[in-house]
Structure formats: structure tokens, C-alpha cells
């Protein structure tokens, strides 16, 4: 079955640091995979869009890789601050058009 | 300002109670959609509507209902015969168009049972 795996539960670093979020998947083929922010009680934010011919999408602070090989999508975010605690998710397009799957989620904790 | 308005906040519910969650959209978007969020799970896909008058099951629509009567609207009932309701509800929509669109969500609905 498809599967959805972000590293791990939460992730704690030290303001200024990178944070590095993973993400993989198994028996999907997914076109475009996405990455949204979450905050306590609200609803996700959408944050970049990758597709798969594309390695790397950046904006900002932020940097999203694809490998489709190894099945995984890496979420990096530089220079990172208090502000960016927050809980981050990836979604897959599913085979149906126009629905994705999410994955749980990571809880980052920058602290100060 | 264009969004998605979920209502209400918090919801109450009695054994043997049918509730119905709000979801207005004024993006004039075409799809709508409806989630549960459980702790420490991911979104999971209840119904989900590409145009007014039609809808679709997703993974987990046993014990809900829908309609789609216009299209700023997705309304979500919660029937008596979802025995564990209790979690956090998510509506979302995209636009028409080609190409991929990110989902904007609304700010949710926490359900609870008395």
C-alpha cells in the first residue's frame, strides 16, 4: 500500500541553525509533491510545490530537493528562528487528480 | 479578503447526535474538500466535491455525509454512526486550472463528545 513517512515526530535545534525535515514515500509515483506549515488549532499553510523533473525549488529561507530515485524529499530550512516552530507537512499527489495524501507530520522546535 | 471559513471553532456533540460542520469559500474555487486530522496522524481524506451537485467518498467516509448545493459552499454532517468523532476537522479548496494548485484550508473545527 502507498506509504508516507516524514523522519521523525518533532525536531528540536538551536536558532540560526539549518533544519533539515525528510520525507518518503513507498509504492507512489507521484508527480509533484507539496509542503505545508502548520500552527497549533489552525488549519495547513501551503508552502512550496516541487514537481518531479525538478531536483531543487527554493524561496526564501526555505529549499525543497526530489528525488524521485531514492523516494524522498528533503525540506530545508537556513538561518532558521523562533518563529519558524511550527509543524511540517508533505503531501503526494495521488493517482486520482487533484488529491494528496499527507504524511503526519514534523513538529520543529527552534529554540532561542 | 478571499478564504475558507470553517464554523464553529469548537463543537459539542451527544451520543446518538448528528452535527453538521460549515465550510464557506468566497475564492470562487472549484474543488473542495474535507479531512480529519487525528493527533500525531496525518490529514485523512473524507468527502471531496470537483463540482457543484456531485461528491466523492474518500478514505474514511463511513459515519459522514455531504452536499454541495452551491459552490462557496461543503457543508459536513457528523451522523451518529461514526462512533469515534472526536478530532480536529479540516475543510480545503483549489481553483480550476491546469497544472497542480496547492490546497488552502480553512482554520478548522475541533469536535468533541460530551
Known amino acids: 500500500s502507498q506509504k508516507i513517512e516524514q523522519n521523525s515526530e518533532a525536531l528540536n535545534i538551536q536558532e540560526g541553525k539549518t533544519a533539515t525535515l525528510t520525507c518518503n514515500y513507498t509504492?507512489?509515483?507521484?508527480?509533484?509533491l507539496q509542503w505545508y506549515r502548520q500552527d497549533p488549532g489552525r488549519g495547513p499553510v501551503f508552502l512550496l510545490l516541487?514537481?518531479?523533473?525538478?531536483k531543487e525549488k527554493r524561496k526564501e529561507r526555505l529549499k525543497v530537493t526530489f528525488d524521485t530515485t531514492l523516494k524522498q524529499s528533503l525540506f530545508h530550512i537556513t538561518a532558521s528562528q523562533p518563529a519558524d516552530s511550527a509543524t511540517y507537512l508533505c503531501?503526494?499527489?495521488?493517482?486520482?487528480?487533484?488529491?494528496?495524501?499527507f504524511g503526519s507530520g514534523t513538529q520543529l522546535t527552534v529554540l532561542p | 479578503d478571499g478564504g475558507i471559513t470553517q464554523s464553529p471553532k469548537y463543537l459539542f456533540r451527544k451520543e446518538g447526535q448528528n452535527v453538521t460542520l460549515s465550510c464557506e469559500q468566497n475564492?470562487?474555487?472549484?474543488?473542495m474538500y474535507w479531512y480529519r486530522q487525528d493527533p500525531g496522524q496525518g490529514l485523512r481524506l473524507i468527502y471531496y466535491?470537483?463540482?457543484?451537485?456531485?461528491?466523492q467518498k474518500g478514505d474514511i467516509a463511513e459515519g459522514y455525509s455531504v452536499s454541495r448545493e452551491k459552490k462557496e459552499s461543503f457543508p459536513l454532517t457528523v451522523t451518529s454512526a461514526q462512533k469515534n468523532p472526536t478530532a480536529f476537522y479540516l475543510c480545503?479548496?483549489?481553483?480550476?486550472?491546469?497544472?497542480?494548485?496547492?490546497?488552502?484550508f480553512g482554520d478548522g473545527t475541533r469536535l468533541s463528545i460530551l
Open positions: 480545503a479548496s483549489i481553483p480550476r486550472g491546469e497544472g497542480r494548485q496547492p490546497q488552502h
Open positions: 503531501a503526494l499527489e495521488r493517482s486520482s487528480a487533484r488529491q494528496l495524501t
Open positions: 475564492l470562487n474555487h472549484d474543488a
Open positions: 516541487i514537481r518531479e523533473n525538478e
Open positions: 509504492n507512489y509515483s507521484p508527480a509533484y
Open positions: 466535491s470537483q463540482i457543484v451537485n456531485d461528491f
